[in-house]
């Protein structure tokens, strides 16, 4: 077997087998936790399709997730809660309602777009001006969210959004997402921002207008934010702008630090650990809370850990955990040396 | 003084110094020759501490200083006059003088003195003392950064094309203050793409291709030997 | 007239702690050339120092300067926990690091003090206001100045007259030729980190003296404002931070005077996408730094 669609089939077999554990185990919570699980896999997924193959630091990320969280909650809420819920809208968009699977693809759509549009400039900026702007760039998104009530709410938490995400639809976009990232990852685009990524010069010799292929990255990068931001919303159920903010990009980042920027198998590990030591240390936290040890309530210590764990990977491994090679091509190297040691 | 054994430098996939072995005796002008793109600057800078040598050895005075660090080999008495001419543009000619003498900056007098010798050596660098280096024209920033150098008391000079784009009159003045310098004693190796004048000023003398040392001898007997011009033009 | 002077008035003291807490930032960028995203965090650390130091009874003098000397160390520690075991290794991996370091100290004070905002010990200097030719402004605007101008004087007096100040100043410049004249790269480094810590501590006080309270997020802003400045002042040069910083509180304050209430919500976009456009137009920031003299 192809050692890319190897890789592809192994990763989404792990999706697989969460859903069949989760499905066995019949737990609520555990519904919940994987649940999540997919969500972040998709953000982390999308991350990765760009900063894995341009190797520019985006912070920009989970200001798409928000763009895509908003626009399906604008297309999906009913008609007579949109008064409530949004007392300020556009007479225009009161009307509007629409599946809300369709509506989580037009969220990502959305989502492109809008990076499209703001981002071509930036894409020729490398080095501390790329990764300021992306910076600036979130937090307009943010104040954006923040302030544009007709649309948003203001700061206030938007409720009334529809239920549709199951464990099932976030594995089914989890999966979708891995297998688009391993093909734009060996996709032409893939190959030559790479290359980039290793030696500009040597790149833009091959004929790659790298600006160019950086932007395409990027928009596909938003178009998997904006799907989970949406898959999000319509799992959450009402979310203020803060979601879309510092944390949750310090969280998604973490889990691509860990896993390994570079691989979308380091994506789809980092998602799976993070998440898994987050739900430990939650469950420790809230523990703590309940014996009323303290004054105060226990937090903060879960992102204490995550930050601890993110910089000594950096210092000890800089790549994370797969820093390089995807698992297909793991297996295959290591299928191919036990082959030549029985010969 | 100097000597450097089967020397690689690369960068990423790239070797750009494939096993390179010289050395300079203490008081002798070494000329390092080659076309563009040879590898002379990789070895220089390798010696100075600013590459990491992907294998081989650097040795200064019987001492092994292979990954030793730039401000360590400054220490050690090896100062380097980069390729790039880098004065500091928006310190003053005094404040980059200054830097030079880092390494001694608690023996006052004797920066003094250092400070005083040099701009007898340049005076042009004193009538410009207190102006942006960034505002010399090119033959007094080169001036300036030999100068600058000189106040680190170097044992050994590490010189990278010195003449580089600059008007003849004044690469005949660098040369001489060149020969000034050996002549007080100081090693020196010297990259340059002006073969004749180098050759003239050197000892000995290492010609570069592709990364490699491709001949090596005394000045006198690379001038005979050696078809020059098809050097230059990368045969 | 008055209106003239008011308007002097809150563009000086709040342009000195702007152009503090950019020259924070920029020394430690001109030289590295590396952001330091935990910068927010050591205003946040002094003020927290503050807090605590509250209880002991001492001189209040002497809190703040216990204060300042705790962010010193803070800057000092992200130097050693963030920057220095990365360093060598890649842009992004500082860059996260230092995120990371961000997050951590937060999420610190949330947990061992607590996410309510905390109250500091304050003089009462801080709160008595003057009159000036008929304007009424808080003394602490004035204190603003005050400590902005000697603080930026004594600056720019050790940057040019020690050694010590020549060398970071060549540093941030062409960092490799200085260190091939033998200035030692880790004492630079930690300098310029001990210093942005300083630069932090004083203004984390004059800062806090605002609200007279710290909370975990309270340096968000002062990063923000930093970044703007520093990006309009030419990313490296330390008298462009400077002067970035002075040119950000004029635009403020003219638009806090002119902006209707609605669309003075949306400053951080339009400030924040200032930043975008100057630097797309200019990668290196709006006023020219040093020529790096370095091939890039």
Same mark, same amino acid.
């Given at each position: 077997?192809?050692?890319?669609?190897?890789?592809?089939?192994?990763?989404?077999?792990?999706?697989?087998?969460?859903?069949?554990?989760?499905?066995?185990?019949?737990?609520?919570?555990?519904?919940?936790?994987?649940?999540?699980?997919?969500?972040?896999?998709?953000?982390?997924?999308?991350?990765?399709?760009?900063?894995?193959?341009?190797?520019?630091?985006?912070?920009?990320?989970?200001?798409?997730?928000?763009?895509?969280?908003?626009?399906?909650?604008?297309?999906?809420?009913?008609?007579?809660?949109?008064?409530?819920?949004?007392?300020?809208?556009?007479?225009?968009?009161?009307?509007?309602?629409?599946?809300?699977?369709?509506?989580?693809?037009?969220?990502?759509?959305?989502? @492109?777009?809008?990076?499209?549009?703001?981002?071509?400039?930036?894409?020729?900026?490398?080095? @501390?001006?790329?990764?300021?702007?992306?910076?600036?760039?979130?937090?307009?998104?943010?104040?954006?969210?923040?302030?544009?009530?007709?649309?948003?709410?203001?700061?206030?938490?938007?409720?009334?959004?529809?239920?549709?995400?199951?464990?099932?639809?976030?594995?089914?976009?989890?999966?979708?997402?891995?297998?688009?990232?391993?093909?734009?990852?060996?996709?032409?685009?893939?190959?030559?921002?790479?290359?980039?990524?290793?030696?500009?010069?040597?790149?833009?010799?091959?004929? @790659?207008?790298?600006?160019?292929?950086?932007?395409?990255?990027?928009?596909? @990068?938003?178009?998997?934010?904006?799907?989970?931001?949406?898959?999000?919303?319509?799992?959450?159920?009402?979310?203020?702008?803060?979601?879309?903010?510092?944390?949750?990009?310090?969280?998604?980042?973490?889990?691509?630090?860990?896993?390994?920027?570079?691989?979308?198998?380091?994506?789809?590990?980092?998602?799976?650990?993070?998440?898994?030591?987050?739900?430990?240390?939650?469950?420790?936290?809230?523990?703590?809370?309940?014996?009323?040890?303290?004054?105060?309530?226990?937090?903060?210590?879960?992102?204490?850990?995550?930050?601890?764990?993110?910089?000594?990977?950096?210092?000890?491994?800089?790549?994370?955990?797969?820093?390089?090679?995807?698992?297909?091509?793991?297996?295959?190297?290591?299928?191919?040396?036990?082959?030549?040691?029985?010969? | 003084?100097?000597?450097?054994?089967?020397?690689?430098?690369?960068?990423?996939?790239?070797?750009?110094?494939?096993?390179?072995?010289?050395?300079?005796?203490?008081?002798?002008?070494?000329?390092?020759?080659?076309?563009?793109?040879?590898?002379?600057?990789?070895?220089?800078?390798?010696?100075?501490?600013?590459?990491?040598?992907?294998?081989?050895?650097?040795?200064?005075?019987?001492?092994?200083?292979?990954?030793?660090?730039?401000?360590?080999?400054?220490?050690?008495?090896?100062?380097?006059?980069?390729?790039?001419?880098?004065?500091?543009?928006?310190?003053?000619?005094?404040?980059?003088?200054?830097?030079?003498?880092?390494?001694?900056?608690?023996?006052?007098?004797?920066?003094?003195?250092?400070?005083?010798?040099?701009?007898?050596?340049?005076?042009?660098?004193?009538?410009?003392?207190?102006?942006?280096?960034?505002?010399?024209?090119?033959?007094?920033?080169?001036?300036?950064?030999?100068?600058?150098?000189?106040?680190?008391?170097?044992?050994?000079?590490?010189?990278?094309?010195?003449?580089?784009?600059?008007?003849?009159?004044?690469?005949?003045?660098?040369?001489?203050?060149?020969?000034?310098?050996?002549?007080?004693?100081?090693?020196?190796?010297?990259?340059?793409?002006?073969?004749?004048?180098?050759?003239?000023?050197?000892?000995?003398?290492?010609?570069?291709?592709?990364?490699?040392?491709?001949?090596?001898?005394?000045?006198?007997?690379?001038?005979?030997?050696?078809?020059?011009?098809?050097?230059?033009?990368?045969? | 007239?008055?209106?003239?002077?008011?308007?002097?008035?809150?563009?000086?003291?709040?342009?000195?702690?702007?152009?503090?807490?950019?020259?924070?930032?920029?020394?430690?960028?001109?030289?590295?050339?590396?952001?330091?995203?935990?910068?927010?965090?050591?205003?946040?650390?002094?003020?927290?120092?503050?807090?605590?130091?509250?209880?002991?009874?001492?001189?209040?003098?002497?809190?703040?300067?216990?204060?300042?000397?705790?962010?010193?160390?803070?800057?000092?520690?992200?130097?050693?926990?963030?920057?220095?075991?990365?360093?060598?290794?890649?842009?992004?991996?500082?860059?996260?690091?230092?995120?990371?370091?961000?997050?951590?100290?937060?999420?610190?004070?949330?947990?061992?003090?607590?996410?309510?905002?905390?109250?500091?010990?304050?003089?009462?200097?801080?709160?008595?206001?003057?009159?000036?030719?008929?304007?009424?402004?808080?003394?602490?605007?004035?204190?603003?100045?005050?400590?902005?101008?000697?603080?930026?004087?004594?600056?720019?007096?050790?940057?040019?007259?020690?050694?010590?100040?020549?060398?970071?100043?060549?540093?941030?410049?062409?960092?490799?030729?200085?260190?091939?004249?033998?200035?030692?790269?880790?004492?630079?480094?930690?300098?310029?980190?001990?210093?942005?810590?300083?630069?932090?501590?004083?203004?984390?006080?004059?800062?806090?003296?605002?609200?007279?309270?710290?909370?975990?997020?309270?340096?968000?802003?002062?990063?923000?404002?930093?970044?703007?400045?520093?990006?309009?002042?030419?990313?490296?040069?330390?008298?462009?931070?400077?002067?970035?910083?002075?040119?950000?509180?004029?635009?403020?304050?003219?638009?806090?005077?002119?902006?209707?209430?609605?669309?003075?919500?949306?400053?951080?976009?339009?400030?924040?996408?200032?930043?975008?456009?100057?630097?797309?137009?200019?990668?290196?920031?709006?006023?020219?730094?040093?020529?790096?003299?370095?091939?890039?």
């Amino acid at each position: 077997m192809n050692r890319h669609l190897l890789t592809a089939v192994l990763l989404s077999g792990l999706v697989v087998l969460l859903v069949v554990a989760t499905e066995a185990l019949g737990v609520r919570v555990f519904d919940r936790i994987a649940t999540n699980l997919c969500v972040s896999l998709v953000l982390v997924i999308g991350l990765q399709i760009f900063m894995g193959n341009s190797g520019i630091l985006s912070f920009a990320h989970i200001g798409f997730m928000g763009v895509g969280a908003y626009v399906s909650a604008l297309l999906t809420i009913p008609a007579q809660m949109k008064g409530m819920a949004l007392p300020d809208l556009y007479p225009i968009l009161q009307g509007i309602q629409v599946s809300p699977y369709l509506a989580i693809a037009l969220a990502g759509v959305a989502a @492109a777009v809008v990076a499209a549009v703001m981002s071509y400039p930036l894409m020729r900026l490398s080095d @501390a001006a790329a990764v300021i702007t992306s910076f600036a760039l979130l937090v307009v998104l943010h104040t954006v969210m923040t302030n544009w009530s007709n649309v948003t709410n203001g700061p206030r938490t938007l409720f009334g959004v529809p239920k549709a995400t199951d464990l099932l639809l976030a594995a089914g976009v989890a999966v979708a997402a891995i297998v688009g990232a391993v093909a734009f990852k060996e996709s032409r685009t893939g190959l030559l921002l790479r290359a980039s990524r290793d030696d500009e010069v040597a790149a833009a010799a091959l004929g @790659a207008h790298i600006p160019h292929l950086r932007w395409r990255a990027f928009i596909v @990068a938003a178009f998997f934010a904006g799907v989970g931001g949406a898959l999000w919303g319509h799992f959450v159920t009402s979310f203020s702008p803060n979601a879309f903010y510092l944390h949750q990009t310090f969280v998604i980042l973490g889990m691509l630090v860990i896993g390994g920027a570079n691989t979308v198998t380091g994506a789809v590990v980092g998602a799976f650990l993070v998440t898994g030591a987050f739900e430990s240390l939650r469950s420790v936290e809230a523990r703590l809370n309940d014996l009323k040890l303290f004054n105060d309530q226990v937090v903060g210590l879960t992102e204490i850990v995550l930050a601890l764990a993110m910089i000594a990977v950096l210092i000890l491994r800089p790549g994370g955990l797969f820093p390089s090679r995807e698992i297909g091509a793991v297996l295959a190297r290591a299928f191919a040396n036990k082959k030549k040691g029985a010969a | 003084m100097l000597e450097v054994k089967d020397l690689e430098v690369r960068y990423g996939a790239i070797r750009a110094v494939r096993g390179v072995s010289m050395k300079a005796e203490a008081g002798q002008l070494v000329a390092l020759l080659g076309a563009n793109g040879a590898g002379k600057s990789s070895t220089l800078m390798c010696v100075a501490g600013a590459l990491r040598a992907a294998a081989g050895s650097i040795r200064l005075m019987g001492e092994d200083v292979t990954s030793a660090r730039p401000e360590a080999m400054v220490r050690k008495g090896v100062a380097t006059v980069t390729e790039t001419r880098d004065v500091f543009p928006d310190l003053t000619v005094s404040e980059n003088l200054l830097l030079g003498s880092y390494v001694h900056r608690h023996d006052r007098a004797g920066v003094a003195a250092d400070r005083e010798r040099m701009l007898q050596l340049f005076p042009r660098l004193g009538e410009r003392a207190g102006q942006a280096a960034g505002t010399l024209s090119g033959g007094e920033q080169q001036m300036l950064v030999i100068a600058r150098a000189m106040m680190t008391r170097p044992k050994l000079l590490l010189l990278d094309e010195p003449s580089l784009g600059l008007a003849p009159a004044i690469v005949d003045q660098i040369f001489e203050m060149i020969r000034v310098l050996k002549s007080s004693g100081l090693t020196i190796v010297l990259v340059e793409q002006n073969v004749s004048k180098a050759l003239q000023l050197a000892d000995t003398a290492y010609v570069m291709r592709l990364g490699r040392i491709a001949a090596a001898g005394t000045a006198a007997e690379i001038a005979a030997t050696t078809d020059l011009g098809a050097l230059y033009l990368g045969g | 007239m008055t209106f003239a002077l008011q308007f002097l008035i809150d563009v000086l003291s709040l342009g000195g702690a702007y152009a503090l807490m950019a020259l924070g930032l920029v020394i430690v960028y001109g030289i590295l050339r590396l952001v330091n995203f935990a910068y927010g965090e050591l205003i946040m650390v002094t003020g927290y120092a503050l807090f605590l130091a509250g209880g002991t009874g001492l001189p209040w003098l002497v809190m703040a300067a216990m204060a300042i000397l705790v962010a010193v160390a803070t800057g000092i520690l992200t130097e050693y926990v963030a920057f220095r075991p990365v360093r060598a290794k890649s842009v992004t991996a500082v860059l996260i690091t230092s995120f990371a370091f961000s997050t951590l100290l937060q999420n610190a004070a949330l947990l061992f003090i607590s996410p309510r905002p905390r109250n500091v010990p304050l003089p009462p200097i801080f709160s008595q206001t003057v009159e000036i030719a008929g304007v009424v402004t808080p003394m602490r605007n004035l204190l603003t100045i005050a400590a902005a101008a000697i603080l930026l004087a004594v600056f720019a007096f050790l940057m040019r007259r020690t050694v010590l100040g020549v060398a970071m100043r060549a540093a941030a410049s062409n960092f490799t030729m200085a260190r091939m004249l033998g200035v030692p790269a880790n004492l630079v480094i930690t300098s310029a980190f001990a210093i942005s810590g300083l630069l932090a501590g004083v203004v984390g006080i004059l800062w806090i003296g605002r609200i007279g309270t710290v909370v975990p997020g309270i340096g968000m802003e002062p990063l923000l404002v930093a970044f703007i400045a520093t990006v309009i002042g030419g990313m490296r040069s330390l008298s462009g931070a400077v002067l970035g910083g002075f040119l950000l509180a004029f635009i403020d304050t003219t638009l806090n005077y002119t902006l209707a209430q609605d669309l003075l919500k949306f400053r951080d976009a339009f400030t924040f996408g200032l930043v975008i456009l100057i630097l797309l137009w200019r990668p290196q920031g709006l006023l020219k730094g040093p020529a790096t003299g370095q091939r890039t």
